[in-house]
């Protein structure tokens, strides 16, 4: 589904640069394992979008993979730019669930093989943060896992455009969360963007424009790190 708009041409609203980004120690495995074997009370800051497509909603699951290097990352896609849902965008690994998943954390695993090749021998799972609802009907459970270095990807070329690792530091610190609005249609809807100035696969400088449900993930772990 094309958008109707540029999310990277939309003025910044603003910044959180007034919250605390999540401490370096924070970020390591141990303390990960730590955080998600007692977890604290929180609210996820965004749980739902609003619709701009009628149709009936659907359960859905992401791998949230952080990749235990010094230091951590994030694995990313880009999916491509002929996909039904979120073409273009920068999303998790995953997908819709089937019926024969026996739990959201089945469909995440199942999703980032079928995805990008990542083999669930590499990943610890941690657990899971409350679900999102996208504004495209699906209902989202966001399974967070530790991903040991050494795999190797073999992304699927009808989903995944690309594959690349963003900075965990990065993506848990609020200042780099930028906030937008957008009217359509008569609703005005407010959305997070996290710009990553990254590297592709040549090496060439890039931004990486990570917004929309995935940005919105992104900065209901930084809620669930900082709680």
Same mark, same amino acid.
């Given at each position: 589904?094309?958008?109707?708009? !540029? ?9 959180? +640069? ?10 390591? =495995? ?27 909603? =659907?359960? =859905? ?22 996909? +039904? ?17 026996? !739990? ?26 409350? +679900?999102? +609802? ?94």
């Amino acid at each position: 589904m094309a958008l109707a708009f !540029d999310p990277e041409a939309l003025p910044v609203l603003g910044c959180d +640069t007034h919250l605390p980004a999540i401490a370096a120690g924070h970020l390591e =495995a141990a303390a990960l394992r730590r955080r998600f074997s007692a977890p604290p009370e929180w609210e996820p800051e965004i749980k739902v979008e609003r619709r701009f497509v009628e149709r009936d909603v =659907a359960a =859905a699951s992401v791998l949230v993979p952080v990749v235990l290097r010094q230091p951590a990352s994030v694995l990313l896609t880009l999916r491509t730019d002929h996909l +039904t849902d979120h073409p273009s965008q920068i999303s998790f690994p995953g997908g819709r669930a089937e019926a024969f998943d026996a !739990d959201p954390v089945a469909t995440a695993l199942r999703e980032a093989r079928e995805e990008i090749g990542l083999g669930d021998e590499w990943i610890e799972i941690l657990g899971s943060l409350p +679900t999102y +609802t996208t504004g495209t009907g699906f209902i989202v459970t966001p399974v967070v896992g530790l991903v040991r270095p050494g795999f190797e990807l073999r992304p699927d070329p009808s989903e995944v455009a690309e594959v690349f690792e963003a900075p965990l530091a990065w993506l848990m610190d609020p200042a780099n969360h930028q906030r937008h609005a957008v009217e359509i249609d008569g609703i005005r809807r407010e959305f997070f963007s996290i710009p990553w100035p990254g590297r592709d696969v040549s090496g060439r400088p890039r931004r990486y424009f990570i917004w929309g449900a995935t940005a919105a993930m992104l900065r209901n772990l930084y809620r669930f790190l900082a709680a």
